[in-house]
């Protein structure tokens, strides 16, 4: 079998080979339970390291295109039996998150950053770094709060952004999803009642249902959660919590503002609630942001955040930062659950915030964002797209065309292989909305500028199939 | 200040540190609250990188021995208020686990291999060449299940220790408590009934009692638990689950023998239980074993294991084996509340299972442990201790002197600097023990000869305190 690998191409070598078995399905006609070719005898035939091959079934396998066989390799998989999975479904779906889309879709709709945007030096040379000196870091358990030399480096950081804190009050997780499951397990059981933004992080919502918590929906505004609504269900409700994302919120891209964080203190102390204020984009913050853990908040705000989104969702680090009491208890159960993070992933973030490294790449990212950002929101206007609202920052834009056609939507998207997140995905309850999520650095590929086309004024269906080759 | 480094020594510099400073407050007689001199400053002064310095203090503050106070470095902490901290508390009390003692003890009790024994070439040569050649292990989300090219290893030796499983019907975890956790959030609700064998692992009673479910406890006999009394029990209840080590069990080192397998399986399906069978020391295996997920088991055995005991616990990879239907509920619940494990972890030991590199280090671990234990054995019974069962491998005994008698050990062990792992942290309830786990990888050490001689046969105290010089 030759997969035609070009090793000259910008394509990385796994992407060619996922492409090329995939093209092999689907010109050939493959019926589902046909057999390929060893990994072995693939790489052989391909002049291919048997990784590369391993690399690109693993994606293969993910996406649903293969079935590994017990026993007898690799299959061609049944296919999806609904072509709803050209949909995008975002971390929020869970398992269709972790996926390229089975034919190399654009993941416009995606919670992270491409692949091609992702520099691998300096990681790399952390890396090597933590595993040449650090035999510690190669073999021990962390301590239960954490690694000293991360809660360091994080103290200076929730300093600099003026958030009181001190090394006793900072717990490492597993990145934010970690911490927020820590943090509803320890202050919440079932049957008590949380206040959640809509739309909002769909992860979040299944967290809490999961724990039997029942969901109270305020709505965001260009500001913040809105006051007169949250007012109205704290006069029928005494929640335990509010859920909120400060700085460009997922999915409008919002953040909050000075008045309303303001108020939302105050009703934390008046009706005797806590703040769980998920920070994850943070780091992208392009200027003064009003963030709650900021403000003199008397322990009522805990503050979540993770280098997920701006440095490796792959080493899975993320932090809270509570009163000492939550921090002794989440300490525990965090022990209790898993004994603890990772202490090479710490030490290996811990020497990028140590050496500069990551303010810079941050630096740099912010800047390639923010001109994205502004190329997006042109293109939007010029194809009358309706944006929620224009966001200070971050990566997300809450859109939807001019004139909402839904099932026209899906179809363009679907023939030019771009998987959207649609707002349904960003309801508690998984409810019709026509707004979409779109990441701008996914935003100024081909295929989305021309969705965005085909989805803009006084161009008839006929047009958008010329105009896109289809 | 001088700490009085010696490079050419044995001893790593971060822990000629760690010994420095706590010789100087307890020399120095300092008192609580008095200032360290800043982490610059020291290592200015003794020509030290500050990272060494990092890490003393990390390991100096999670001792006790110093806390960090807010904006203005280390001063010394408040000392313990008992003197039971020096009885070796291990994972089973959280806290204590991740520590050296404050004296730099013995840790004869301990869970794990001493960092002497770790060897770091092999996990750093894989560890470079992850980051070297793969982008998606240093940023990408690793996918629901976990990486393939791990799983793919991970199918290998289970069905090399005959363990039927396939591809689908593994997922990767952060380790053993992780998947324990995912298990009994799965399978378990609040008031549901479980067995579990007494002794055991303290962790694990206490995961299972924040989650409200009921001990019935059975006791660990040298073929594994009491069928009896078992047998006894599921005349009056309905348990949901059996937990169990089948091999090197923690903490008495004894083994599952055929007949108690065989009858375990009998009674799951007749009684209608699961069995979860966590083996983390299993790799440590010296010959043919009996595993109850060996056997046939009709998706009734859930098969548990880790690399932290054998490989790396700064990692975090561990896995688990069952059928497909409970293998989606657990990746649902993995993802949701943490998104997934570390796909850099699980490719840097997807990289040494591949390469043969793990299968040599265990062999000669096992070689090693295998040796101590002869030798602690032989010390044991010319000292005339008790053994609870002389174990086939792994790396536990479960024993206690002759002539019992706890408050005097106790103060031996104080004098002598050994922490110890008592019985009670091995019962559900606490209920003191005479036994003690020993760690027979740290049993060669002086202090740990001179703790068996103290409290063999016809030594009166002040023999014992003339040998061991106090």
Redesign the interface.
């Known amino acids: 079998m030759d997969l035609g690998i070009d090793r000259q191409a910008l394509v ?1 070598v ?1 992407q060619q080979i996922v492409s090329a078995v995939t093209e092999w399905i689907r010109k050939g006609g493959m019926t589902p339970g046909t057999r390929l070719p060893s990994i072995r005898q693939l790489a052989l035939d391909n002049l291919l390291s048997q ?1 590369n091959v ?2 690109a ?2 994606r293969l ?2 996406q649903g295109v293969l ?4 026993g007898s390799g690799f299959v061609v998989a049944q296919p999806p039996t609904s072509h709803e999975n050209h949909w995008y479904e975002g ?1 929020e779906q ?2 269709a ?3 390229d889309g089975p034919l190399g879709e654009l993941k416009l709709g995606c919670g ?1 950053l491409p ?1 091609t945007w ?1 520099e ?1 030096d300096d ?2 040379y952390a ?2 770094e ?15 709060l954490g ?3 991360l809660r ?1 480096q994080l103290f200076k950081r929730l300093t600099r952004i003026k958030i009181a ?4 009050r900072i717990l490492t997780t ?2 934010a ?2 911490a927020q ?1 820590l943090l509803i397990r320890t202050l919440l059981k079932a049957g008590d009642t949380v206040v959640v933004e809509t739309p909002g992080y769909g ?1 979040l919502y ?2 809490l249902a ?1 724990h039997g918590v029942m969901l109270l929906q305020v709505p965001r505004t260009h500001g913040g959660p809105d006051i007169p609504a949250l007012e109205a269900l704290l006069r029928n409700h005494r929640p335990k919590c509010l859920f909120i994302n400060s700085l460009y919120h997922n999915p409008t891209g919002t953040s909050l503002c000075q008045g309303v964080a303001e108020r939302l203190l105050e009703l934390a102390h008046s009706e005797d609630f806590l703040i769980i204020e998920e920070d994850i984009f943070g780091d992208l913050q392009h200027a003064n942001c009003t963030r709650l853990a900021a403000l003199p908040h008397d322990d009522r705000v805990i503050y979540v955040s993770s280098f ?1 989104k701006t440095l ?5 680090v993320g932090y809270l930062s509570a009163s000492t009491a939550v921090i002794a208890q989440l ?3 965090k ?11 710490e030490a290996v973030v811990a020497t990028l915030l140590a050496n500069g490294t990551y303010r810079k790449w941050v630096q740099r990212l912010r800047k390639r964002l923010n001109t994205q950002m502004a190329d997006t929101l042109q293109v939007l206007e010029d194809e009358e797209w309706q944006v929620f609202a224009v966001p200070s920052g971050g990566m997300f834009l809450w859109a939807r065309p001019g004139a909402t056609d839904h099932s026209r939507l899906q179809a363009c998207a679907r023939r030019l292989s771009v998987l959207l997140s649609p707002g349904a995905l960003f309801n508690p309850g998984g409810e019709h909305s026509d707004w979409l999520r779109i990441n701008v650095a996914y935003a100024a590929d081909q295929r989305a500028l021309a969705l965005f086309r085909a989805m803009g004024p006084a161009r008839s269906t006929s047009t958008i199939l010329k105009t896109t080759g289809m």
């Open positions: 990385p796994v990784s391993v690399e079934f693993d396998v993910a079935a590994s066989k017990q971390a869970g398992w998150a972790f996926t992270w692949d992702r691998s990681i790399s890396v090597r933590v595993s040449r000196t650090d035999t510690q870091g190669l073999f021990s358990y962390s301590p239960p690694l000293l030399a360091e804190t001190s090394l006793d597993n990145g999803s970690h499951d992860n299944r967290q999961f997920s490796s969702s792959a080493l899975r300490a525990s159960l022990t209790l659950t898993g004994i603890g993070t990772s202490r090479f992933a």
